[in-house]
């Protein structure tokens, strides 16, 4: 293939990875979880923990938004409690068993964090994904309170972090980007036909591209109140982050894929 039309393929395929992002799931499933599930279940939504952080102008740094968390901790919630509806579960939302509590909502999204690192030490021992069931974990009997026991079968609770960059950095970065691939463009064309350039075009192209600072990563469990086993766990890692509170529901949808039966 002629060099240019290298040049337009890379550039295509490059632009693709970069806008559309990079979604994977790692989904895990208990043996028995289909007849656990064959009737509809009372499934709690403990209050999710997002930490969203927004990136500082011209600065590697980047700060706690609470709005954006808390947009998209009810956004997520929304999407998964729709989501279960489809399939007839009975959901309690977690501004209604917030109630049922001494500490009210803040001891449900605290039980949420809790319960969710149940599963690391799991997850990191199959950091390659080798295994397809949930690890046997407990919870133990004095974690879940007795309150949520009494109330619902299943409870899920969800946590993750996320990276955003502003309209205003992005433009910036494109700004730079380009300014720089401009720059450097005679060299990369002359690699074409003389040797020597190529080492110095090579380094100089793939130094001055600054990749997106963007990403997500949400993880979600779902437990069995009676036995206080763990039945399903996924995790959701994207180099693109969700723009409204349509695509953030649909988070919601596909971190329960292997959990529910509709189709989406």
Known sequence: MPFFGRMIVSLAIALVCIFSGCATTHPRR????DGLIAKPKRIALLRPKIDARVKYIDTPEFFYSASRAGQWE???TTGMR???EMDGHEIFHYLEIGKLL???ERELKGLGVRLTRLTEPAIEADADYAKKSVPKLSTGESLIPKQLKEKVDFIVAIKGRSKIETIKEFYARWTRNIGFNLMTFPITAASAFIPVPLPISVTISTSLFEPSP???FVSVIIIDVKTREIVYQNDYFSTSI???DEEL???GFDLLEDFTKHDD
Do not use: H, T
């Not at 208990?30 to 979880?33: E, I, Q, R, T, Y």
């Open 30 to 33: 208990a043996p028995n979880l």
């Open 74 to 76: 009810a956004m997520v």
């Open 82 to 84: 729709r989501s279960l």
């Open 102 to 104: 001494p500490g009210g």
């Open 214 to 216: 963007e990403d997500i």
């Open 242 to 244: 969700p723009s409204d």
């Open 249 to 251: 529901q649909e988070l």
